[in-house]
T-cell receptor
Framework: NAGVTQTPKFRVLKTGQSMTLLCAQDMNHEYMYWYRQDPGMGLRLIHYSVGEGTTAKGEVPDGYNVSRLKKQNFLLGLESAAPSQTSVYFC???????????????FGSGTRLTVV | SQQGEEDPQALSIQEGENATMNCSYKTSINNLQWYRQNSGRGLVHLILIRSNEREKHSGRLRVTLDTSKKSSSLLITASRAADTASYFCATDAISETGRRALTFGSGTRLQVQP
């Protein structure tokens, strides 16, 4: 049981390049999320999805796009990377609110992205 | 904007002592959760307390919630060196735009000295 798997684990991009971060979960969770973590700022929500085929904006969505074509996968895209997007990116998944409500989020191990 | 704010930002204690971390938040919540993050790793869910609960225990963890003061505390008893990590509170609430997702504070870095 792998939980939440993120690929890649590390990446260095040049300004203006594009890339896609992949998140996969095997827990049949309805909800999936992308957060970024910057020093001293906790985690900030980028985009999230409440089910297959749905996406919604979070707190800091600018410069990112997402897709959820399959229930188990949630992709985060950077179309034109900027140095301000240097961060650690975490994917998480959860049951929908009200379903198994004692459970929290399950997080992946993160992708460390540097944009130079 | 951050919903939860932890206090203190950093805490250093000796093994065997208790560690207390506090969290304050701003709006009404459905529940509050605590997570641990070891250096360079993802967050791990520790405990969830609902808005109608006041106290919850899980092993050496004790969480309290005071909705009138919009605050929570996490107590780790008989700390161990392996408890060294950052601890985050996260609030489950519906935003003004109808978004429901966890909002995290900036965390407390706990160092347990052996």
């Amino acid at each position: 049981n792998a939980g939440v798997t993120q690929t890649p684990k590390f990446r260095v991009l040049k300004t203006g390049q594009s890339m896609t971060l992949l998140c996969a979960q095997d827990m049949n969770h309805e909800y999936m999320y992308w957060y970024r973590q910057d020093p001293g700022m906790g985690l900030r929500l980028i985009h999230y999805s409440v089910g297959e085929g749905t996406t919604a904006k979070g707190e800091v969505p600018d410069g990112y796009n997402v897709s959820r074509l399959k229930k188990q996968n949630f992709l985060l895209g950077l179309e034109s990377a900027a140095p301000s997007q240097t961060s650690v990116y975490f994917c998480a998944s959860s049951y929908s609110p009200g379903q198994k409500s004692n459970y929290g989020y399950t997080f992946g191990s993160g992708t460390r992205l540097t944009v130079v | 904007s951050q919903q939860g704010e932890e206090d203190p930002q950093a805490l250093s204690i000796q093994e065997g002592e208790n560690a207390t971390m506090n969290c304050s938040y701003k709006t009404s919540i459905n529940n509050l959760q605590w997570y641990r993050q070891n250096s360079g790793r993802g967050l791990v869910h520790l405990i969830l307390i609902r808005s109608n609960e006041r106290e919850k225990h899980s092993g050496r963890l004790r969480v309290t919630l005071d909705t009138s003061k919009k605050s929570s505390s996490l107590l780790i008893t008989a700390s161990r060196a392996a408890d060294t990590a950052s601890y985050f509170c996260a609030t489950d609430a519906i935003s003004e735009t109808g978004r429901r997702a966890l909002t995290f504070g900036s965390g407390t870095r706990l160092q347990v000295q052996p």
